[in-house]
């Protein structure tokens, strides 16, 4: 069992990180969750539900403690310290603001601390970016942060597996996530894979 940090931020795509922690609570691993303020509009917006208040909205009813939720503008949890640092840290779905701050070191919430000490303690670091068109300034922050540590997956679902639904989709973006943590799954078939 690992303990991950998951972070969910106010760009489009909060089914990408409510599906993430889905997955890692059903292969029983402990999930930190932060949301912003604007991540918590998004998710009233894309999935009708305003934070993870009520787990059973979001399908994460048999959590059975393996969640936990934690204010982004509070300095309390254990994983904002190098002494406690998670296993890894997921953002997902990473908005260009969040990029910004953590590929400049700014830690001026608890999203972007966790971000921080994933990197200054060379743990793994995830950063599913979303947003289109991307500026210059958007991609020298991506390589900014991927030459500090972190890996960036952007929120590109593919079609060579042939999706037919929304699920399929967010489960290839999410299965790709996964993959980088080195967890086992069966979201989509990769390529030329029977």
Same mark, same amino acid.
């Given at each position: 069992?690992?303990?991950?940090?998951?972070?969910?931020?106010?760009?489009?795509?909060?089914?990408?990180?409510?599906?993430?922690?889905?997955?890692?609570?059903?292969?029983?691993?402990?999930?930190?969750?932060?949301?912003?303020?604007?991540?918590?509009?998004?998710?009233?917006?894309?999935?009708?539900?305003?934070?993870?208040?009520?787990?059973?909205?979001?399908?994460?009813?048999?959590?059975?403690?393996?969640?936990?939720?934690?204010?982004?503008?509070?300095?309390?949890? *254990?994983?904002?310290?190098?002494?406690?640092? *998670?296993?890894?840290?997921?953002?997902?779905?990473?908005?260009?603001?969040?990029?910004?701050?953590?590929?400049?070191?700014?830690?001026?919430?608890?999203?972007?601390?966790?971000?921080?000490?994933?990197?200054?303690?060379?743990?793994?670091?995830?950063?599913?970016?979303?947003?289109?068109?991307?500026?210059?300034?958007?991609?020298?922050?991506?390589?900014?942060?991927?030459?500090?540590?972190?890996?960036?997956?952007?929120?590109? *679902?593919?079609?060579?597996?042939?999706?037919?639904?929304?699920?399929?989709?967010?489960?290839?973006?999410?299965?790709?996530?996964?993959?980088?943590?080195?967890?086992?799954?069966?979201?989509?078939?990769?390529?030329?894979?029977?």
């Amino acid at each position: 069992m690992s303990d991950f940090v998951v972070g969910i931020t106010g760009a489009s795509g909060s089914i990408y990180g409510t599906k993430l922690i889905q997955e890692l609570v059903l292969r029983k691993h402990r999930v930190n969750v932060v949301v912003t303020s604007a991540g918590k509009e998004v998710m009233t917006e894309e999935l009708g539900v305003p934070d993870f208040e009520d787990l059973n909205k979001l399908g994460l009813s048999e959590a059975g403690g393996q969640i936990r939720i934690w204010n982004n503008n509070k300095y309390e949890a *254990p994983f904002m310290s190098g002494s406690s640092a *998670p296993d890894a840290v997921v953002i997902i779905p990473c908005s260009m603001g969040k990029l910004a701050a953590i590929a400049n070191g700014i830690s001026g919430n608890l999203i972007e601390r966790a971000a921080d000490v994933a990197l200054k303690e060379r743990r793994q670091l995830i950063l599913v970016v979303r947003e289109t068109p991307l500026s210059l300034i958007h991609l020298e922050n991506m390589v900014k942060a991927a030459r500090a540590g972190a890996q960036i997956l952007p929120a590109m *679902p593919a079609f060579y597996h042939h999706p037919r639904t929304v699920d399929d989709m967010v489960n290839f973006v999410v299965g790709k996530v996964l993959s980088l943590l080195r967890i086992e799954h069966s979201l989509f078939k990769g390529w030329k894979e029977e």
